[in-house]
């Protein structure tokens, strides 16, 4: 079993639209929680993180963590073209001092004008 | 992105050569990571460092070997180039709590 499970899509939705990522996790000893967003042809860059269950919003961007279930989620509102990317959750946990970052494997997420 | 080079941006070499990747970094990081990303697996951790000459492995770290004789450089070294190692390869700078930051990638490809 994986670390961090997520569905890897593809997802396709018309603009406007809200979407809904998420991923799972089985490790309780991570403690920060994030989403990367990745453009074709581009690295990661860091879009939302977290370390406590509940709500985080950032503009049309909403982070849940719900660690009882070890779940989360990241909701995009009013959802547009630019949108269009690969998104990674992502957790820490510290190894020998080391912060070291498991990824799911990505929701590739199209958003159709 | 800001702080961190990688370089070469693409490579296509044969099977069996040495090739050599450079990850710099202008932010004086004390933690490097090489990534290799390939479809259906994700990112996946090859090597990564926490200061000048101190490495360790990875999850997927056979056929990989590392050096860092500087804070601001990190190198990856494929010994002999395999099929199986074509791939994207990233390398991240930390130095904060939480998160990394990427590379643009060196696209990878072996012939």
């Known amino acids: 079993q994986k670390e961090v499970e997520q569905d890897p899509g593809p997802l396709s939705v018309p603009e406007g639209a809200i979407v809904s990522l998420n991923c799972t996790y089985s490790n309780s000893a991570f403690q920060y929680f994030m989403w990367y967003r990745q453009y074709s042809r581009k690295g990661p860059e860091l879009l939302m993180y977290?370390?406590?269950?509940g709500n985080k919003e950032d503009g049309r961007f909403t982070a849940q963590v719900d660690k009882s279930s070890k779940y989360i989620s990241l909701f995009i509102r009013d959802s547009q073209p630019s949108d269009s990317a690969t998104y990674l959750c992502?957790?820490?946990?510290?190894?020998?001092?080391?912060?070291?970052?498991?990824f799911g494997q990505g929701t590739r997420l199209t958003i159709n004008p | 992105d800001a702080g961190i080079t990688q370089s070469p941006r693409h490579k296509v070499t044969e099977t069996g050569t040495p090739v050599t990747l450079r990850c710099h970094q202008t932010e004086n990081h004390r933690y490097m990571y090489w990534y290799r990303q390939d479809p259906g697996h994700g990112l996946r951790l090859i090597h990564y460092s926490y200061g000048v000459k101190d490495t360790d492995k990875g999850e997927v770290s056979d056929g990989y070997s590392v050096s860092r004789s500087k804070t601001e450089d990190f190198l990856l070294t494929l010994e002999s180039a395999t099929s199986s190692q074509t791939s994207v390869y990233f390398c991240a700078i930390s130095g904060q709590t939480y998160g990394y930051t990427f590379g643009s990638g060196t696209r990878l490809t072996v012939v």
């Open positions: 992502a957790m820490t946990y510290i190894i020998q001092g080391a912060q070291k970052l498991v």
């Open positions: 977290t370390y406590s269950s």
